[in-house]
């Protein structure tokens, strides 16, 4: 998905009385406004990214015996490449760019081109599905490549000039300009840190993982999305702020390859009308807590069911998006003051700002002859219930990932699936799921959790 940005310009002068006004022809450069200076500051510092991609083909009717019979033995499986295209930011002189993981994702190679016309390949240092954000790493000799610095995004206001930069449909490098539309997007529905800022900034595909930059050049976001009826941009355009962006570049600048963020252990509901007049609120503002999981940071920090958290360290929270960006945003150590309405008086909350408890995962992926062929699987903990937003449960097996293709597709299983027991016996590890499925069995009776509901299936028989 890509992001259209607008910019719109606005310029008044002053009059005085129309009887003294004279009226004549402009001399050539009396009045000459032009976003042109700050284009020449930013544009250098913005790629486009091509990634690259094989995937292998073969006629499907080769998986049919009786095909095979008369036909013969299967083709040979033929390779495509499949190529995309997006934009990225250089945002430090060592060759780090900020792109989006949906520019990349699984991408065998990747490639940039500056706006000098070199092209370098390109190594992926980091990808954070929850925000879309990808880090890569210009490889080169020891070069010194031109960069953005970042603002504060939380000091953009409505109605602010804003530039987008990028490269819609291949075109090469384009600039484009607009006005910050709103601000705390959080209802779109791209990424599990739902807080954008929307632009009328034209973008278009191609535009994703760019620039968009104030008037002082500096990088307020990373443009990600769009709303569009037609493909195209119809001033609708989503970008990352600029501090979510910060945050996962410095985990790649640390050397990690995920994302530590602050763990609340709390489970967050939107306040509804009927809630928040059950509650005597005076409108439905804030992030209801449901419930609070023991010994994590909310509930040594006083937090209870039913509280309405309304503030992070002063800055108000209108839904539970709008809390996770800034508690996610929050630097981990220390802690942070949550403001919170409870029993119709507003009182503080200090929360530590610490790291969700992480356990091996001792991932794996299910070979064997059974329904869980090509299905990855990973013991759960805290912090990975959490990566994933799986609510009241933070131990047992669950489903990472499943191949295109594979058994465990055809069959229905999801990233996020819990499997909690088969054929009669509880799986507590990946070890006990792998042990299983290694035996033959003439069907196969499984227990899955879905969300808030447990399922049970059979295969076979």
């Known amino acids: 998905m890509l992001l259209r940005i607008v910019l719109a310009c606005c310029l008044t002068a002053a009059t005085g009385v129309a009887s003294a006004q004279e009226r004549r022809v402009p001399v050539p450069n009396e009045l000459r406004l032009s976003y042109a200076p700050v284009v020449q500051r930013v544009a250098p510092a913005v790629v486009n990214v091509y990634a690259a991609k094989t995937v292998v083909s073969r006629n499907p009717l080769f998986d049919d015996p009786i095909f095979r019979r008369f036909f013969g033995s299967p083709d040979m499986p033929r390779e495509q490449v499949q190529r995309s295209l997006g934009s990225g930011v250089i945002v430090d002189a060592s060759g780090l760019i900020v792109t989006n993981v949906h520019v990349i994702e699984g991408a065998d190679e990747v490639k940039v081109s500056l706006a000098d016309k070199r092209e370098f390949e390109a190594s992926i240092v980091l990808k954070d599905s929850r925000s879309d954000l990808a880090i890569l790493r210009i490889r080169h000799g020891n070069e010194r490549f031109p960069f953005l610095d970042f603002a504060n995004s939380d000091q953009l206001e409505v109605g602010d000039i804003v530039l987008a930069i990028g490269n819609p449909f291949g075109v090469g490098q384009t600039v484009t300009h607009g006005i910050v539309s709103a601000l705390a997007r959080t209802q779109v529905g791209i990424t599990d840190y739902q807080f954008f800022i929307q632009t009328d900034a034209a973008i278009?595909?191609?535009?994703?993982?760019?620039?968009?930059?104030?008037?002082?050049?500096?990088?307020?976001?990373?443009?990600?999305?769009?709303?569009?009826?037609?493909?195209?941009?119809?001033?609708?355009?989503?970008?990352?702020?600029?501090?979510?962006?910060?945050?996962?570049?410095?985990?790649?600048?640390?050397?990690?390859?995920?994302?530590?963020?602050?763990?609340?252990?709390?489970?967050?509901?939107?306040?509804?009308?009927?809630?928040?007049?059950?509650?005597?609120?005076?409108?439905?503002?804030?992030?209801?807590?449901?419930?609070?999981?023991?010994?994590?940071?909310?509930?040594?920090?006083?937090?209870?069911?039913?509280?309405?958290?309304?503030?992070?360290?002063?800055?108000?929270?209108?839904?539970?998006?709008?809390?996770?960006?800034?508690?996610?945003?929050?630097?981990?150590?220390?802690?942070?003051?949550?403001?919170?309405?409870?029993?119709?008086?507003?009182?503080?909350?200090?929360?530590a700002l610490q790291t969700a408890p992480e356990t091996p995962r001792e991932e794996i992926v299910i070979k064997s002859r059974s329904p869980f062929s090509g299905a990855k699987i990973a013991n759960l903990s805290p912090a990975l219930a959490d990566e994933l937003q799986l609510q009241n449960v933070d131990d047992g097996v669950v489903i990472l990932d499943v191949?295109?293709?594979?058994?465990?597709?055809?069959?229905?299983?999801?990233?996020?699936?819990?499997?909690?027991?088969?054929?009669?016996?509880?799986?507590?590890?990946?070890?006990?799921?792998?042990?299983?499925?290694?035996?033959?069995?003439?069907?196969?009776?499984?227990?899955?959790?879905?969300?808030?509901?447990?399922?049970?299936?059979?295969?076979?028989g």
């Not at 443009?223 to 570049?249: D, E, Y």
């Not at 055809?410 to 819990?418: C, E, K, L, S, W």
């Not at 299983?436 to 899955?448: D, N, P, S, V």
């Open 204 to 351: 278009n595909p191609g535009n994703s993982g760019g620039a968009l930059v104030d008037l002082t050049g500096k990088l307020v976001g990373i443009n990600t999305a769009i709303f569009s009826r037609s493909g195209g941009s119809q001033g609708v355009g989503f970008a990352i702020p600029a501090n979510m962006v910060q945050v996962v570049v410095a985990s790649a600048r640390g050397g990690g390859n995920a994302v530590k963020r602050p763990w609340l252990g709390a489970k967050l509901q939107p306040l509804t009308n009927e809630i928040a007049e059950s509650l005597s609120l005076k409108r439905p503002a804030g992030a209801l807590v449901a419930n609070v999981y023991p010994d994590s940071p909310a509930a040594k920090g006083g937090l209870k069911a039913g509280d309405v958290v309304v503030s992070v360290d002063g800055q108000s929270v209108d839904d539970p998006n709008a809390f996770d960006y800034r508690f996610a945003t929050k630097p981990l150590g220390g802690s942070t003051k949550l403001g919170v309405l409870r029993g119709g008086r507003e009182i503080d909350a200090q929360v």
């Open 403 to 460: 191949d295109d293709g594979s058994i465990a597709r055809n069959v229905g299983f999801q990233r996020g699936d819990i499997v909690k027991a088969v054929n009669g016996e509880a799986i507590a590890k990946t070890r006990d799921l792998a042990r299983i499925t290694e035996r033959a069995a003439a069907a196969w009776r499984i227990t899955i959790q879905r969300g808030n509901q447990q399922m049970s299936v059979v295969f076979g």
